[in-house]
């Protein structure tokens, strides 16, 4: 049954550049699952992974069972543990300056957000520009030109990064048994395995 899935890469040690990974076989990868599902509010609780919290250690607090980190894995579609789940404090510095010669030199430049006295949005935070990128505007009574830019180091970037990828959707613990019910089935059936909005909607198609 195993031998005809993908393969999923686990980091289990190495250096953080030359990381030594564990190739298993990816179980989830033939299950289609639609993006209506993960992003559904009635079967889905958000997570923010803790200073090195791993997978197993989330799916045992929440399903009281560490074999369920797979679970947790594909509710959020990552495939290779090393690239997609949050860096500790600790490996993010190892690995950024690993990656970096000078980390806290400038990588890019951002926008701050920049507002006018009626309270509008004039210039949204976290876009992209150049160092000289300027903007002119009325304010009222005034012609306002501001430079709303601020620098972005290499590692604040990979902070940020890795900050994002902290952010995870957990399926609830009252519908976990079900959904490794229809996915084991999917698994040993084939077909598509279409996981609607609501628990009613979980089925398994030939």
């Excluded at 690995?95 to 951002?110: G, S």
């Excluded at 012609?143 to 990064?161: C, F, G």
């Excluded at 900050?163 to 089935?185: G, M």
Aim: net charge neutral; no cysteine.
């Amino acid at each position: 049954m195993l031998k005809n899935l993908p393969d999923l890469i686990y980091t289990i040690g190495g250096s953080v550049t030359n990381p030594t990974v564990l190739v298993g076989k990816n179980l989830w990868r033939r299950g289609e699952i639609v993006d209506e599902y993960r992003s559904s509010l009635l079967l889905f609780d958000e997570h923010v992974v803790k200073n090195g919290e791993k997978p197993e250690d989330i799916a045992t607090k929440i399903y009281d069972n560490p074999y369920y980190n797979w679970v947790v894995l594909v509710a959020n579609g990552i495939i290779n543990v090393y690239e997609q789940w949050p860096k500790s404090t600790r490996q993010l510095n190892e690995y950024v300056f690993a990656k970096y010669d000078n980390p806290q030199t400038t990588k890019h430049y951002e926008t701050y957000e920049v507002k006018d006295a009626l309270n509008n949005v004039i210039v949204p935070a976290g876009k992209v520009v150049p160092s000289s990128f300027q903007v002119t505007y009325f304010d009222g009574s005034t012609t306002v030109t501001a430079n709303p830019v601020v620098s972005v180091s290499y590692y604040q970037y990979e902070d940020k990064l890795n900050e994002e990828k902290a952010k995870i959707q957990l399926i609830k613990p009252q519908f976990v048994e079900q959904f490794v019910d229809v996915y084991k089935k999917r698994v040993k059936q084939g077909g598509m395995l279409t996981i609607g909005a609501a628990l009613s909607d979980i089925t398994t198609e030939k």
